[in-house]
Structures are given as C-alpha cells and as structure tokens.
C-alpha cells in the first residue's frame, strides 16, 4: 500500500510503498523539503521497514529541489539508529547530480559509514541494479 504526504499547500512531496517483487521500500521525494517535511517522510519510511521486516531502501530523490543538510543531524541521531533496529542494511540514493540536493545526499552518506551500507547514485537504473544484487 502506498502511503502519500502533502505539504502545506496540499502537494504530494513524499510517497512510500513496499515493493514486494524486490523486497524494498521505495520512497520518492519531491520538491523542496522542509526539516518537518523530511522527518514526516523518514518517520513514514520507518513504518514500512517495520512492518516488512526489510533490509533495503530505493529513495529517489531525483525531483528534490534545494538542499536539506538542515535535517542530516536528525537523521544520523534518531532516524538511523531506528532504521538499523528496524532491519536496514543497504541505502540506494538517487539524486540529480550537481545539485544542493546531491551534496545533501553526499553529507549523509558520510554519516552513514559504518552504520549501514549507502550508495549515491545519479541514475535510478544503476541503484536498482545495486540494490538487487545486495540480496
């Protein structure tokens, strides 16, 4: 089941689904993300690796405009740990390259070394073909 949110101006700029065929959550972004837009999409990410016992994340960030470092810290301090307890094991990102949204992807990668396996990736393609070979 696909679970969408709206920002303030009723415009979906987040969605997650759990895609049974390859056993990950997908979660696509758009638009520009405030800091409550990106806990509100972490936080219902996190019901998704809960509720499948899942290990990988496809998120396609490749319609995010500007940068969100400003929620990097929230995301190492409280949504990684939850993620890890909740089973994940490999991160695909995918950005538009040459972006503030891929330098933001780039600063959590960082973050994410040693807590659980992450790529960046410009092409969503290439991070569906890493992602299915992580089984």
Sequence with gaps: MKTELLNAMG???FSTEYDLRHDWVYNYWKGYQTFDNVV???QACLTNL???HCSRILND???VSGPWDHANTWI???WMPQAIGAGLKYFAHVVTPNTLAEMSARDMHRNAVGIFEMRVFGDLRDART????TK
């Excluded at 890493?130 to 070979?133: G, I, P, Q």
């Design 40 to 42: 509100s999409g972490a």
């Design 50 to 52: 809960r509720e499948h």
């Design 11 to 13: 415009i979906v700029f």
């Design 61 to 63: 960030n490749s319609q």
């Design 76 to 78: 190492k301090k409280e």
């Design 130 to 133: 890493w992602l299915s070979e």
